[in-house]
C-alpha cells in the first residue's frame, strides 16, 4: 500500500486534465493581499498627516492671533501719555525746576 500508482487524468474534448498548481495561485494571493496592505497603510499615513496639519494650522492660526493681540498691547503701552500718566500718578514723579536742570556745554 506504501506504493501507490497516479492513475492518469482523463482527458474531456481533447483536454487533459491536470492536478492544480497552488505555487502560482498562492503567489498571485500574497501579492494581492501585499498591495492591499500597502494600499491601506499609505492611506493611514495620508489621514495621520493631515490631521497633523490641521492641528498646525490651529496652532499657527492661534499664535498670530496671540502675535497681534501682543503686538496692539505693546503699542497701547509704550503710548507717551500712557508713560506720563504712570510716571506722575504711579511713581510720583514730576517736572524738574528751573534750577534742577544743569546744560552741559
Do not use: C
Not at 506504493?3 to 495561485?25: E, M, W, Y
Not at 496592505?37 to 489621514?47: A, G, K, T, Y
Not at 503701552?77 to 511713581?91: C, D, G, N, Q, T
Request: hydrophobic content about 45%; glycine content about 4%.
Amino acid at each position: 500500500m506504501a506504493d501507490t500508482t497516479l492513475k492518469a487524468l482523463p482527458k474531456i474534448n481533447g483536454f487533459s486534465l491536470q492536478q492544480p498548481r497552488l505555487f502560482p495561485v498562492l503567489g498571485f494571493i500574497a501579492l494581492l493581499l501585499l498591495v492591499s496592505l500597502f494600499f491601506v497603510w499609505s492611506r493611514v499615513q495620508v489621514i495621520g498627516l493631515e490631521y497633523e496639519i490641521s492641528n498646525l494650522e490651529s496652532q499657527l492660526r492661534d499664535t498670530k492671533h496671540e502675535t497681534s493681540r501682543l503686538r496692539i498691547e505693546a503699542a497701547s503701552l509704550s503710548s507717551p501719555e500712557r508713560i506720563e500718566r504712570v510716571a506722575r500718578k504711579e511713581l510720583g514723579l514730576r517736572f524738574p525746576v528751573p534750577d534742577q536742570v544743569i546744560m552741559v556745554d
